[in-house]
């Protein structure tokens, strides 16, 4: 009963906490022998947090962040709002905060969880058979071989995992050398994400509330510019001059690098007993912050279902709904901000249209909320397969509902961990929960007054949030086969 997580980057990390906590004998590998100190991902979005809230680290990630409830973009003279604080969440806001401490609190968790993590080890081979995976592994002392029951990759968009189980990492690389910085300004802008988007090119400019702003810059006259030039804070503000039409002039810049962006996704996310999470099944533009989260919410679909197959009670579909769930959520995810990114980086006859055509398609409601829920994370559903029992909600992700047990007030998501299902039942009699006695290892049921969607007075939801089933409680015989379905067989009371 083992895992090797290769990689402890924020996915990584996620899912090795969420293991452990399932009483996994789990193991992180990272080839880097220090901590990175480089900050990429700035932003923490509503999903994310939800997700969080069920390891207990959200509210301490928001304390050390900055709320921002609105995105103000700019063409010039002529822009649009949207509304982020409209989501249906307890955290309808983007969550401005470094990486870094987002990778603080959850190495914390596995930390306290016994997760032990072994720096400067680079994997360099991998086989797999009936049984397990062996990986060849170099250290300072040289070589040796580890062996585990599975194997996950969450070692970055160069993933060595990836590469040795020979899965193709397809798309493209954008030709646009894109600059990042962190720097104070001279000038104030408003609390919101603040693109500005010009004829040659863009300037993202969200708030970290403490003064500083993450700038993310390209400029189409320097985008030929080697990765390898440094970026100085003459040449950041030079660009911003042009970009913003002389609004923005950055004072300080205390951190800054060079990359080439890319769009790729992994063709499978699962090859036998190995599979891939994180940047190592998806990369794509910073344009909308989601890269950590995709992998946060990765993981967050993989540990519960990794976690019942080595736990030994998983039904024999359960690891393949894995790919089956998350492949079209990144393809998804790559398509909208790849979208995003071609009408930024757009040619003539585009950009002359822009200032007029996006601020229509935002003003669209249904085209809005589309957009939103899918930065957001909280817009994506489930196709579950069509030999379980169905029911209305199934695969939805479930909001934090409004409960009370034992007469006091109380959420959904307090309820809930990362590893047991959890079973709301507001029947009259209980006979949902009652139902679900002899899964109570794997079940969390719960007596409860409250409205459940869909007018259901019982309620399975799964480890990530999303609705395995909800239907009437008196249907007994139908929640029993739905807990085999999702639970295994009920264990034999010792």
Same mark, same amino acid.
């Given at each position: 009963m083992s895992v090797i997580v290769v990689g402890s980057g924020p996915t990584g990390l996620m899912l090795a906490g969420d293991l452990a906590e399932a009483g996994v004998d789990v193991t992180i590998l990272e080839r880097r022998a220090e901590e990175s100190n480089l900050t990429r991902a700035f932003a923490v979005h509503a999903r994310s947090l939800e997700l969080l809230e069920v390891r207990g680290i959200a509210d301490e990630l928001v304390e050390q962040g900055f709320t921002v409830p609105e995105l103000r973009a700019s063409f010039g003279t002529r822009g649009f709002s949207v509304d982020i604080s409209r989501l249906d969440s307890r955290?309808?806001?983007? =969550?401005?905060?470094?990486?870094?401490?987002?990778?603080?609190?959850?190495?914390?968790?596995?930390?306290?969880?016994?997760?032990?993590?072994?720096?400067?080890?680079?994997?360099?081979?991998?086989?797999?058979?009936?049984?397990?995976?062996?990986?060849?592994?170099?250290?300072?002392?040289?070589?040796?071989?580890?062996?585990?029951?599975?194997?996950?990759?969450?070692?970055?968009a160069h993933s060595a995992v990836r590469g040795l189980i020979g899965v193709p990492f397809t798309g493209r690389r954008y030709q646009t050398h894109i600059m990042i910085a962190d720097v104070r300004l001279d000038n104030d802008l408003p609390n919101a994400v603040n693109p500005f988007i010009a004829a040659d090119g863009f300037a993202l400019l969200p708030p970290f509330g403490d003064g500083w702003f993450r700038a993310v810059v390209?400029?189409?006259?320097r985008e030929e510019a080697p990765l390898t030039e440094p970026v100085t804070e003459g040449e950041l503000n030079a660009s911003l001059h042009r970009l913003t039409r002389g609004r923005v002039r950055a004072a300080d810049m205390r951190w800054s690098t060079r990359f080439l962006s890319e769009r790729r996704q992994a063709k499978h996310y699962r090859v036998g007993r190995v599979l891939l999470a994180g940047d190592a099944a998806h990369v794509h533009s910073p344009i909308g912050g989601m890269g950590m989260?995709?992998?946060?919410?990765?993981?967050?679909?993989?540990?519960?279902?990794?976690?019942?197959?080595?736990?030994?009670?998983?039904?024999?579909?359960?690891?393949? +709904?894995?790919? #089956?769930?998350?492949?079209?959520?990144?393809?998804?995810?790559?398509?909208?901000?790849?979208?995003?990114?071609?009408?930024?980086?757009?040619?003539?006859?585009?950009?002359? =249209?822009?200032?007029?055509?996006?601020?229509? =398609?935002?003003?669209?409601?249904?085209?809005?909320?589309?957009?939103?829920?899918?930065? +957001?994370?909280?817009?994506?559903?489930?196709?579950?397969?069509?030999?379980?029992?169905? +029911?209305?909600?199934?695969?939805?992700?479930?909001?934090?509902?409004?409960?009370?047990?034992?007469?006091?007030?109380?959420?959904?998501?307090?309820?809930?961990? #990362?590893?047991?299902?959890?079973?709301?039942?507001?029947?009259?009699?209980?006979?949902?929960a009652t139902a679900a006695e002899p899964w109570g290892e794997r079940v969390h049921a719960v007596r409860a007054e409250g409205a459940l969607p869909h007018g259901a007075d019982a309620l399975l939801v799964r480890p990530d949030g999303h609705t395995a089933w909800s239907g009437r409680a008196s249907g007994s015989d139908d929640l029993t086969r739905v807990l085999t379905e999702w639970a295994g067989t009920a264990p034999a009371f010792r």
């Open positions: 955290y309808p806001y983007v =969550l401005m905060v470094q990486q870094a401490r987002t990778e603080i609190l959850l190495r914390r968790r596995v930390e306290r969880l016994g997760v032990p993590i072994v720096r400067g080890a680079e994997v360099i081979g991998l086989t797999q058979d009936g049984d397990g995976v062996t990986l060849t592994v170099r250290t300072a002392e040289g070589e040796h071989t580890e062996r585990a029951d599975h194997v996950v990759g969450t070692d970055g390209w400029d189409r006259t989260n995709t992998g946060l919410q990765d993981a967050a679909n993989l540990g519960w279902k990794l976690a019942a197959v080595e736990r030994g009670w998983a039904p024999s579909w359960l690891l393949d +709904s894995y790919e #089956a769930e998350r492949h079209p959520v990144g393809r998804a995810t790559l398509r909208l901000t790849d979208t995003v990114t071609r009408m930024v980086v757009a040619s003539g006859p585009v950009r002359a =249209l822009r200032p007029y055509v996006v601020p229509r =398609l935002v003003a669209n409601e249904r085209v809005s909320r589309a957009v939103l829920g899918m930065m +957001s994370g909280i817009g994506f559903s489930y196709d579950l397969p069509d030999t379980l029992v169905g +029911s209305t909600g199934a695969g939805e992700r479930v909001p934090d509902l409004e409960l009370r047990v034992d007469g006091a007030p109380t959420r959904l998501f307090a309820l809930m961990d #990362a590893v047991r299902f959890t079973l709301v039942d507001t029947s009259p009699n209980g006979a949902a």
